[in-house]
């Protein structure tokens, strides 16, 4: 134990003026997990992919086995015994699982028969408990199973280091469990195990070591049995006295109950539950902040709501009336309006220019069109508009919305979403890749729209952007709904230990 397996010293990346690792020291042994811990954007992907020769460092050491290695590429780290499980796997569907990893092996120099090649690799499954169908093809498997596939990959490789990025994201909870089992088998057995995780009662289950990434900079590490909820949560989120920025107006007035939420429960596409019998009220003149990690329910939720995906129990109700069974179009009328997640793929047709986008949802209504015949004029008029009232920047009003910067595209979703004076604006992470100028333009709009009295459901996986905006604020975490907490006495810690999971067992 008294010799690391792989070493990193004094580790900095930035990409741009990103600062993705500052000064990080961190050692990986044999026979150890070694949980990697943080929020969204603490740097713990960049870390590992620093490991396995995917990014340069601008600077630091990599020792491997006490000698200094330059990873000039992620062959080389391979090479070395080190690889890596992405979040995104890097299987060829078509294929079979024994071609996929015997592709992926040393031994693909020589041509081998199928049998040999399906034995072969079974046996390299076994020993690790991984069951696998080496004939299947990749399309037909789970995630789940596709991620044993990537495992054994590495395994049939000889991977003696093996990271995994996230790897219980896309698993059920059983499927955690076997995971983590088959995790420990190959720590016993001698191999370094990382794992990057965000989850903080998974991390202290299932680790010997912890290391704690936040901003870029190694905050805390620590063997995993002197690991507690409160050590962990300070070092993930900050400190408790961290000051907040006081928005505009009185917090938590509440107006009219305008969206009823009542014991919706809603399926993702894997036909899995991803909202649990959230129920929630919300109020004319609030920002109401959903926090949490992305990826626990957050999409579905906005999705029914905004009448994009059914729902599977419970119902939603506008002022009072059920619009649970109602179309989107039906919803817009009635007062919704959404920003969703993906821009380009959801909210605007990027391949269309301004004008047509202003329009996508009222093409058919006065004054952009009567009896079927468009109003070029009344839609150019409206264009200019938008552009002068929410300094749009544009190349111009035909130029094809894909060629704009994101804040500017966002910044005319939203004007075509608030332009009707909505109800209720549901912002799914309206700001994010967005730059310090056109979010704070956009934070604005969204504080104007709750000061006229809309209701405004923001989601975000930034713990700053919810204490600026919101008045109220709730945590989604692996689909439920922590109970509603008031942005002025509630904190930094509060938050960030909802999201990471501390309070699961309560909910379960
Ligand atoms: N290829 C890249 N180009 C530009 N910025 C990046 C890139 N990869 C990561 N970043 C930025 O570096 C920071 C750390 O990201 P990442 O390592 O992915 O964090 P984590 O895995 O902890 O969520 C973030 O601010 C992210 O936006
Ligand atoms: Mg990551």
Redesign the pocket.
Known sequence: MNQPVLEMRGINKT??N?V?NHNVNIKLYAGEIHALL??????????MNILTGIYKPNSGQILYKGKEVVLKSSKNAVDLGIGMVHQHFALVQTLSVAENIYLHSEKCKTILNSREMENDIEKCSKAFNLALDAKAKIWQLSVGEQQRVEIVKLLYRGTEVLIL?EPTAVLTPQESVEMFKTLRKMADSGKVIAF?SHKMGEVMANSDRITV?RG?TVEDTMLAEDATEERLTKAVVGSANKLMKQSQENRGAHGACILKVQDLSVKNDKGLLAVKNISLDLYAGEIFGIAGVAGNGQREFSEVLAGLREVESGAVLLKGEDVSRMSPKTRIKKGFAFIPEDRLSMGLVPSMNMMDNTILKEYDTEPYSRKGILNHKAIQKNTVNFISRYDIKNGGLDLPVGLMSGGNQQKLLIAREINGEPLLIIAAYPVRGLDIGATEAIHKILMEQRNRGACILLISEELDEIFEMADRIAVMNIGFMSEVLNRNVTTYEEVGSLMIGMDNNSKT
């Open positions: 990409f741009g990103v993705a943080g929020e969204n954007g603490a740097g713990k992907s960049t870390l990025d990057i990434l870029g």
